[in-house]
């Protein structure tokens, strides 16, 4: 098929898994233990350290030019998502500077991306996949923080993080259209698409049972 029958198809079973993480009861923001605005926030550093990282990685070993001006800009997106998330921690009343989010290691969806090797894998998983999670996620986040009263931080989320992380599943798109052309290629990104989605829905359930967290933002 052609790559961009190839998209829609696999766009379409990723919407159909993504609506796994997005069970009706998720969307019930609850603010009760420990599921406050701050500490997601903290795990948005997280998130957003890891993603820059993996896309800095991918830059290095990238032939495309096109593909290394992507993941540039996503770089860039996501350090500067880290930056915004501190600022409104720090206005939250939680100093950063002493905050590193990786001193209990790398996650388990960071060091998978880390093992993709080709363009339309690292493309398909990283960007055209990963971000469409966090689109997801972000939509609950943000939901949740005006349940809670946080308007602040759901401006934050509304107006600047959430168009950056559709931007970068986009570009994930663009890319796959031009590059997912044969059905060796499709085969590779649809097999990184699902074990993206498998690990996002893992740790969902690891971060439910383990914390009572269901509203983590994405990136
Ligand atoms: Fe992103
Ligand atoms: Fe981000």
Redesign the pocket.
């Known amino acids: 098929m052609d790559s961009e029958a190839f998209v829609k198809e696999l766009d379409a079973e990723n919407q159909e898994l993504l609506r796994r993480l997005a069970p009706e009861a998720t969307l019930k923001p609850e603010v009760d233990g420990d599921l406050t605005v701050v500490n997601l926030l903290k795990v948005a550093l997280k998130n957003?350290i890891e993603?820059s990282e993996s896309a800095a990685r991918w830059m290095a070993s990238t032939g495309e030019i096109d593909v290394k001006l992507a993941l540039a800009r996503q770089v860039g997106?996501?350090a500067k998502?880290y930056r915004l998330i501190a600022d409104r921690l720090r206005e939250l009343g939680f100093d950063t500077r002493e905050f590193n989010p990786l001193t209990k290691g790398y996650g388990p969806l960071f060091q998978y991306l880390d093992t993709l090797e080709t363009t339309v894998e690292r493309v398909a998983a990283g960007q055209f996949t990963r971000e469409a999670i966090a689109i997801v996620k972000n939509a609950q986040f943000i939901e949740f923080c005006e349940a809670a009263g946080d308007e602040p931080t759901a401006r934050l989320y509304r107006d600047i993080?959430e168009p950056?992380?559709r931007h970068h599943h986009d570009l994930g798109r663009r890319l796959l259209l031009r590059y997912a052309t044969t059905p060796e290629a499709q085969a590779a990104a649809r097999r990184a698409s699902q074990r993206t989605l498998e690990l996002a829905e893992e740790l969902q359930a690891l971060a439910l049972k383990s914390a009572g967290i269901h509203h983590a933002p994405g990136?």
Request: hydrophobic share 20%; net charge negative.
């Open positions: 957003e993603a997106d996501e998502h993080i950056d992380e990136c």
